[in-house]
């Protein structure tokens, strides 16, 4: 508006159309709100050429001046600045129904909510939300049940003064009476150790800096094992011995990732006797052991490294039960004992390997063996009687579904905590007795408001892509406002990348689109191991195309088969999900109404040559290694900032954070200004940057769901749907 007054602008509008006296605000305010959209003007990047060769290939990078790793510099800040100034006016005139839509999220949610306490040595744990705080309070008893809890940290009290705050890797010591946890106030994922004697509320003077944010304790109470990371790269790969009282400076080192396509981590065993240090990348996995008795000990490898072997363990008394794939594609289970375990030929098979099954985990228990299963993408759990061999299969009646275990700390239990979810019901915690299957309801989260599970249906069905393969689907619905005639807007979600399975959940927000007529569809395309470790090897590396082509074939099929519209289909994905999204807005663009990118991963190739940048070196695994010129070639033809092309685009909304740690700012900055530069269309291009937050997005919960609206408010407006 180039600075003039609203109120100008109404008066001027009234005289223009001729309205009289009895116009309503609300149409002035309608109407003021369009001219604004019509006038304002999306910020246009600067262009500065940055030349980039590799493999006798030239590519020319004008927005590459948006990096700054200072996240400081004039000439960026405002211009991130004026993108968040260009979306606010043009979504202006949704801000009714971002409230309202608010409003319904805010109002489905439980405000004082209490977790389902979990049992960790002579204490059950929990968490506790109340009122409009943002945060949690954890607290603890000494009985499943109290009326009395006792606080071990507020969150609230902490996060006061700060923009963003997280808390990560709460743990106790095992004499119960100190808490170690991590406060991160930036969003980079980088957390400060901090230590709470639990007998009088206050902080011991220890205070770790540049940590991963993970504590483990030794059994003498005083020492404490954790993860440093690079300041630069942002990867950890130092484990530091820190004992009570001393300075950060004098910890000690007893272990150095040398290799940085490894991440590490740390645990404990169930039985508190071994402290692990855990190698991954993408490819391969292993473990270290130290005694927890011994505060001097160091390290040792459970099996030397090896390339593309993958194994976790898990002890019970004397033996170790090792989840692995070797000579297992789908991993299979074996077992050793402890004193032999370092040799792999004294490795048994337990559960053998199957060719349409995955062995997803185990967890152990005295006299039980659980262990979680995948079988045509459906999660399984299956209970093991150690000393019958008898198996049960523990059951849940919803098509499409989401089963975990958690919270199982004590290996003398009887009972197996489960989680378990649909897209039709909220989620649920149960205790299964280990002997018979009998389940005990503990919670289902409460949805406040009209919901009523009947009310809505879901579905699982297979789409077949242009390749004959056979692609999972999850859909869910409102039953009195879907007739698969193909009237439905749809919004339809992907991810498929490091293997990571998207399985159905319940959502309380979703309800805000499904009550609006919306069809909701989860794509498991290529990438995940919904249908087991090769469903991964198909999406990644040179078979990547893949994870976008079944995206592709899965909207054209949900059109086909009348699910949605075929001109009201949505696209969503965040982070490698927003990779997604830039690739098939390149290769199909006219086959989306609108897309949300979430912090996307969208200049691939030029991410994965700078080392210096976080998290690239774990990658190679999963994109390849550019420097060398197949993955070069085959990167760089589906990279979306390099393959933006003058054509039409849909509309779009993209997000970041400023503080992102996993997908840097620049990468959808660059990538927008790109698109704005590049598309021939009159659509709408907008660009959200949380200037506070990070990957996750803006720490309060009530903040999440603001964000939720915006998203939400995004879509219906585009859909003429204002309520």
Not at 21 to 41: I, P
Not at 610 to 621: C, F, H, V
Request: hydrophobic share 35%.
């Amino acid at each position: 508006m180039n600075g003039t007054p609203f109120t100008l602008v109404a008066l001027a509008l009234l005289a223009l159309t001729g309205c009289n006296q009895a116009t309503t605000a609300s149409d002035t305010n309608t109407t003021a709100a369009a001219l604004q959209r019509k006038q304002a003007a999306a910020p246009i990047a600067k262009k500065i050429p940055h030349e980039m060769v590799i493999h006798g290939d030239t590519r020319i990078d004008n927005y590459y001046w948006l990096r700054d790793d200072e996240r400081q510099a004039t000439a960026v800040i405002n211009y991130l600045e004026a993108e968040n100034t260009y979306t606010n006016t043009m979504l202006a005139h949704t801000q009714t129904l971002q409230k309202t839509l608010l409003a319904e999220l805010k109002g489905r949610i439980q405000k004082d909510d209490d977790s389902v306490p979990v049992k960790q040595g002579a204490y059950y744990y929990s968490s506790q939300t109340r009122g409009d705080h943002e945060y949690p309070i954890y607290i603890r008893s000494k009985n499943f049940v109290t009326t009395s809890p006792e606080i071990i940290l507020d969150v609230n009290a902490l996060a006061q003064g700060h923009d963003y705050f997280a808390v990560s890797g709460l743990s106790v010591s095992p004499n119960g009476n100190l808490l170690a946890y991590g406060e991160d106030t930036l969003s980079r994922r980088v957390y400060s150790l901090k230590i709470k004697d639990l007998s009088n509320g206050q902080l011991l003077q220890d205070t770790l800096h540049g940590t991963s944010g993970s504590v483990v304790w030794a059994n003498d109470n005083k020492t404490l094992y954790y993860i440093k990371k690079d300041s630069q790269t942002l990867l950890g790969y130092q484990v530091y011995r820190h004992t009570l009282g001393t300075p950060q400076a004098s910890d000690e080192l007893v272990y150095e990732e040398t290799d940085p396509s490894y991440y590490t981590g740390i645990s404990k065993s169930k039985d508190g006797s071994e402290i692990y240090i855990w190698h991954s990348s993408t490819s391969a996995s292993g473990v270290s052991l130290l005694a927890a008795d011994d505060v001097n000990a160091m390290p040792k490898r459970f099996i030397p490294r090896e390339r593309d072997l993958e194994y976790s363990i898990a002890k019970l008394a004397n033996n170790y039960y090792i989840v692995t794939n070797l000579e297992a594609v789908n991993f299979k289970l074996m077992k050793v004992s402890r004193d032999k375990a370092h040799d792999k030929a004294n490795w048994q098979t337990v559960i053998p390997a199957r060719d349409n099954i995955k062995l997803e985990g185990v967890e152990l228990f005295k006299g039980y063996l659980v262990y979680q299963q995948r079988a045509q993408g459906q999660s399984q759990l299956v209970v093991r009687d150690l000393n019958t061999q008898k198996e049960q299969q523990l059951g849940f009646n919803d098509s499409a579904y989401t089963l975990n275990v958690y919270g199982n700390n004590d290996i003398n239990s009887d009972t197996l905590r489960v989680y378990y979810t649909s897209m039709t019901t909220p989620g649920s915690s149960y205790d299964i007795k280990l002997a018979n299957g009998a389940k005990t309801l503990l919670k289902q989260q409460a949805v406040f408001g009209d919901f009523n599970a009947h009310h809505y249906a879901s579905e699982r069905i297979f789409v077949t892509a242009r390749d004959g393969v056979n692609v999972p689907v999850s859909l869910v619905y409102r039953k009195d406002s879907f007739n698969k005639d193909g009237t439905n807007p749809l919004l339809q979600y992907g991810y498929g990348s490091y293997g990571a399975t998207m399985d159905p959940t319940f959502s309380s927000a979703r309800l805000s689109l499904l009550d609006r007529g919306f069809v909701f569809a989860i794509a498991h395309v290529r990438g995940s191991q919904m249908l087991g470790r090769p469903w991964y090897d198909a999406g990644k590396l040179l078979t990547k195309k893949n994870t976008f082509n079944d995206f592709i074939d899965v909207t054209k099929a949900l059109v086909e088969q009348g699910y949605g519209a075929k001109d009201a289909i949505f696209a969503q994905g965040g982070s490698a999900g927003g990779l997604l999204m830039g690739a098939v807005v390149n290769q199909a663009p006219a086959l989306y109404k609108g897309v949300v990118a979430a912090v996307p991963f969208v200049d691939v190739v030029t991410t994965m040559l700078d080392a210096s940048i976080p998290l690239t070196t774990n990658e190679y695994g999963e994109w390849g290694n550019p420097n060398e010129k197949a993955y070069y070639e085959y990167m760089l033809s589906y990279s979306p900032y390099d393959q933006v092309a003058k054509q039409a685009y849909p509309n779009m909304l993209v997000t970041t954070g400023l503080h992102d740690s996993q997908v840097q700012y620049f990468e959808p900055a660059k990538w927008v200004a790109k698109l704005r530069d590049y598309k021939t269309d009159d659509n709408k291009l907008l660009f959200k940057i949380d200037m506070e937050a990070g990957h996750g997005g803006a720490s309060g919960r009530f903040k999440r769901l603001a964000d939720t609206a915006l998203n939400y408010a995004f879509m219906l407006d585009l859909m003429g749907i204002n309520q």
